[in-house]
């Protein structure tokens, strides 16, 4: 497996659900995880150690950790924050030795925030508003607390998201209206998934890092459900998870022509597993570009697939996640890991991972409730 540095610890950062929440089928959730924890982890062992939590940031299911690393931005993943009619979004300040302070925290005037991801300026911050439907944009103050909410933007069902008789094809639980599941910056643009709408789309950011008008946007096949964003290094290629078709769509960006090109739809489960109730859920690609991993919920592994020289992917490998719904899950800063947390199980599973192959093979389990996020302070 991967030569490991010996000796060399780096602080992990976990979100997890600890509040009542409204979730994709119309269900209340309620999940006994501790808010944001702090761990240790051990790049030469694999060794996981708890340090401290902050059971007060409720439903903290997205981090993001600021360009300077001096702060970190959680959402609140909640309804109803203050009696806003929607959840709130965190700032905490990050001392030498990893731990947080509270700093601020403003309502996003958007149900069930999911996402959360921070301009390379470091003068905005993002949330993707799941039951809201919108994208809520925060400025910052020049010490990255939260200043103020300056610009939303919110999803509806018109003529273009109805067009060619889209509205009689769409999920009728888990589409029954738009989703904004999430917002990620790449390269001074910010893209958006809507599950509910089935469309991608990406928004130039300014030179104070708000986004302006629409540069482009793509329609997946009714009733896919794009969910999240991985993007390759150059980003000129971008990947997307599709979690109610179990797919990963592949698009082209040409940066300059603002326009995406499809290229490629393959499926995240194995044949055998076609049958098996299951919605794919994160995405990550590997510092080199040759790497992507899924995590398939409901049949429970995580899937390992190779990138051509062309972006176009295949599979190398399903692994059991060791636990259920595998929701979130990362790649360890040296490359030798992935760390993944079974939200329903409430554990956490440490994966050695062979660089020149992308295989995966289980190491050790832990305890951890109701994890779905996880994020090293590099």
């Not at 030469?44 to 001096?70: F, H, M, Q």
């Not at 009696?83 to 905490?92: E, I, K, Q, R, V």
């Not at 570009?289 to 697939?305: E, S």
Request: glycine share 12%; proline share 4%; hydrophobic share 35%.
């Amino acid at each position: 497996m991967y030569p490991q540095e010996n000796g060399k610890k780096v602080k992990l950062y976990t979100g997890s659900y600890n509040a009542p929440v409204v979730t994709g089928d119309g269900s209340v959730y309620l999940g006994n995880g501790q808010g944001i924890c702090l761990w240790e982890f051990d790049e030469s062992t694999g060794e996981v150690r708890l340090e401290e939590s902050w059971p007060e940031a409720l439903n903290a299911s997205w981090l993001t950790i600021s360009p300077d690393g001096k702060m970190l931005y959680a959402v609140n993943e909640l309804d109803d924050y203050e009696g806003t009619m929607g959840g709130a979004l965190s700032a905490y300040r990050i001392d030498m030795q990893g731990h947080l302070a509270a700093d601020s925290i403003l309502p996003v005037m958007g149900a069930a925030p999911c996402h959360v991801s921070c301009d390379g300026s470091g003068r905005h911050v993002f949330t993707a508003n799941y039951n809201g439907g919108s994208m809520s944009c925060f400025q910052l103050s020049p010490d990255g607390g939260l200043a103020e909410m300056d610009g939303q933007l919110v999803h509806s069902f018109g003529e273009k998201e109805n067009a060619d008789g889209r509205e009689r094809l769409r999920h009728p639980v888990r589409q029954e209206k738009p989703h904004v599941h999430s917002a990620a910056v790449k390269d001074g643009f910010v893209w958006v998934a809507d599950l509910g709408t089935d469309e991608i789309s990406c928004y130039e950011l300014d030179e104070e890092g708000k986004p302006g008008k629409c540069a482009a946007s793509v329609f997946l096949e009714a009733g896919s459900g794009p969910r999240s964003f991985a993007f390759s290094q150059a980003g000129n290629m971008v990947y997307v998870t599709c979690e109610l078709k179990n797919r990963i769509a592949v698009y082209r960006w040409e940066k300059e022509e603002r326009r995406l090109s499809f290229v490629q739809m393959v499926s995240s489960l194995p044949e055998e597993d076609a049958g098996v109730e299951s919605s794919i859920g994160g995405i990550v690609l590997s510092d080199d570009g040759r790497y992507i991993y899924v995590g398939n919920r409901g049949a429970d592994t995580i899937g390992v697939f190779a990138v051509d020289n062309d972006g176009l992917l295949s599979p190398v490998q399903w692994i059991s996640s060791e636990g259920k719904n595998p929701r979130g899950f990362t790649l360890a800063p040296s490359g030798g890991w992935l760390l993944a947390a079974n939200q329903d199980s409430d554990n956490l599973v440490v994966f050695e991972r062979e660089p020149d192959t992308g295989l995966l093979r289980k190491k050790k389990v832990y305890e951890a409730g109701a994890v779905v996020c996880l994020l090293f302070a590099e």
